[in-house]
């Protein structure tokens, strides 16, 4: 787990009649002018809710899509949000445009507007850093998933608030992931899925490092296939990283497909059950096979750790999902320790039901590939150089 002292805790600091400047993840899918999906939201109640108990003046930011800067766009306005957190918190909470003249009395709460319609905030302007800092005695960094990026809401405000600390979500996601990193629960077994090595290469590389086994699944594991001088039809690979896929294949155990699910190029309509190495060149690899989920599911069910980022086929269509279904139920019924991480595999293991089953979801997306891969967050960072600068 991080290290208590490797940075300080919003639980620990007395909130107490303070400004309490907080940055979420409130990133949320809008339609139609409403929140579609209040995930995020949800996930950042329990530390809105602890401020305003200790009675802070809470003022919340983040962003929304990706505005251009300058004037306010109301298709990316965090308007939404807004009414959502108001419904969910049974307080006003108004979204402040005018946000430098904020003035909140203890147990009130405001959202900013938009923070990247702000110039200079992806660019981490020292001077907007500073303005941000200004609005408060306590800043409590709480969005892991916009950790990996250096910009004046993750990171410059930190370098100038009085008080720079993390909140609960983000000590929450760190502490699992070095769980699972970090002197883990043997063995440990790794599904990387996906469509190009590329992508993930650090990844890999890097979990070839940590794990005792490494599943691979979609277009990666396509590329794997190739390496082993297996035939992949028309289906998507990395011709170019097949050297690549033997040199991780030689310092990690990874089990490939021995059957696969195809579909003729020009008709995805209906699934094909063929052994690996034997696909026409007309058909596409879709999915992992029956016998291949099978084989999966019983090393996942002796795992001691489980790391999971990417599904194993195009689950999105229920009739390549197969493999996919049945690895995010072996996850979900295994006694590991586990954690599941990224925007497709967080919506397979919504799609079947296994949420309760996962130790750890993450919503970190680039972030929780950067951190397994061993880079240094700077919204992370900047909190260990403040407790200890």
């Given at each position: 787990?991080?290290?208590?002292?490797?940075?300080?805790?919003?639980?620990?600091?007395?909130?107490?009649?303070?400004?309490?400047?907080?940055?979420?993840d409130?990133n949320?899918?809008?339609?139609?002018?409403?929140?579609?999906?209040?995930?995020?939201?949800?996930?950042?109640?329990?530390t809105l809710r602890?401020?305003?108990?200790?009675?802070?003046a809470?003022?919340?930011?983040?962003?929304?899509?990706?505005?251009?800067?300058?004037?306010?766009d109301?298709?990316?306005?965090?308007?939404?949000?807004?009414?959502?957190?108001?419904?969910?918190?049974?307080?006003?909470?108004?979204?402040?445009?005018?946000?430098?003249?904020?003035?909140?009395?203890?147990g009130h709460?405001?959202?900013?507007?938009n923070?990247r319609?702000?110039p200079?905030?992806?660019?981490?302007?020292?001077?907007?850093?500073?303005r941000?800092?200004?609005?408060?005695?306590i800043f409590?960094?709480?969005?892991?998933a916009?950790?990996?990026?250096?910009?004046?809401s993750?990171?410059?405000?930190?370098?100038?608030?009085?008080?720079?600390?993390a909140?609960?979500?983000?000590?929450?996601?760190?502490?699992?992931?070095d769980?699972?990193?970090t002197?883990p629960?043997r063995p440990?077994?790794?599904i990387?899925?996906?469509?190009k090595?590329?992508t993930?290469?650090?990844?890999?590389e890097?979990?070839?490092d940590?794990?005792?086994?490494?599943?691979v699944?979609?277009?990666?594991?396509?590329?794997?296939?190739?390496?082993?001088?297996?035939e992949v039809g028309a289906?998507?690979?990395?011709?170019?990283?097949?050297?690549?896929?033997r040199?991780?294949?030689?310092?990690?155990?990874?089990?490939?497909?021995?059957?696969?699910?195809t579909a003729?190029?020009?008709?995805?309509?209906?699934?094909?059950?063929?052994?690996?190495?034997?696909?026409?060149?007309?058909?596409?690899?879709?999915d992992?096979?029956?016998e291949?989920?099978?084989?999966?599911?019983?090393?996942?069910?002796?795992?001691?750790t489980?790391?999971?980022?990417?599904?194993?086929?195009?689950?999105?269509?229920?009739?390549?999902g197969?493999?996919?279904?049945?690895?995010?139920?072996?996850?979900?019924?295994s006694?590991?320790?586990?954690i599941?991480g990224?925007?497709d595999?967080?919506?397979?293991?919504e799609?079947y039901?296994?949420a309760?089953g996962?130790?750890?979801?993450?919503?970190?997306?680039?972030?929780f590939?950067?951190?397994?891969?061993?880079?240094?967050?700077?919204?992370?960072?900047v909190?260990?150089?403040?407790?200890?600068g």
């Amino acid at each position: 787990m991080a290290e208590s002292g490797a940075f300080l805790r919003m639980e620990e600091q007395d909130l107490a009649g303070k400004r309490v400047l907080v940055r979420e993840d409130l990133n949320v899918p809008v339609r139609d002018g409403v929140v579609a999906s209040s995930a995020r939201i949800d996930a950042a109640l329990p530390t809105l809710r602890h401020c305003l108990d200790a009675g802070a003046a809470v003022i919340v930011m983040s962003h929304l899509g990706r505005p251009k800067p300058g004037p306010i766009d109301p298709a990316l306005s965090l308007a939404p949000v807004a009414t959502a957190l108001t419904e969910a918190l049974g307080l006003a909470v108004p979204l402040v445009a005018d946000w430098e003249s904020v003035a909140l009395s203890p147990g009130h709460l405001a959202l900013l507007e938009n923070v990247r319609f702000c110039p200079g905030e992806t660019e981490n302007d020292d001077a907007l850093a500073q303005r941000y800092a200004s609005l408060a005695d306590i800043f409590v960094m709480d969005a892991f998933a916009t950790a990996h990026r250096a910009q004046a809401s993750t990171h410059g405000v930190a370098r100038f608030a009085a008080v720079a600390c993390a909140g609960p979500l983000l000590a929450a996601e760190l502490d699992a992931l070095d769980r699972a990193l970090t002197a883990p629960a043997r063995p440990v077994v790794a599904i990387v899925g996906g469509s190009k090595v590329s992508t993930k290469l650090a990844v890999l590389e890097s979990l070839a490092d940590v794990a005792d086994t490494l599943i691979v699944g979609g277009g990666i594991a396509n590329t794997f296939l190739l390496a082993a001088g297996q035939e992949v039809g028309a289906s998507l690979a990395e011709p170019e990283l097949v050297e690549v896929a033997r040199r991780i294949a030689g310092k990690v155990n990874v089990p490939l497909p021995v059957d696969v699910m195809t579909a003729p190029s020009a008709d995805d309509s209906a699934a094909l059950l063929r052994l690996a190495g034997e696909v026409p060149e007309g058909e596409t690899i879709l999915d992992i096979g029956p016998e291949s989920a099978r084989r999966s599911r019983e090393v996942l069910q002796g795992a001691g750790t489980i790391l999971w980022n990417g599904p194993l086929g195009v689950f999105e269509r229920d009739h390549f999902g197969e493999g996919t279904r049945v690895v995010a139920e072996a996850v979900a019924s295994s006694s590991a320790f586990s954690i599941a991480g990224g925007g497709d595999t967080l919506a397979a293991v919504e799609k079947y039901g296994v949420a309760d089953g996962v130790s750890y979801l993450s919503t970190g997306g680039g972030a929780f590939l950067e951190y397994v891969e061993g880079k240094p967050l700077p919204g992370v960072e900047v909190l260990k150089q403040r407790r200890f600068g």
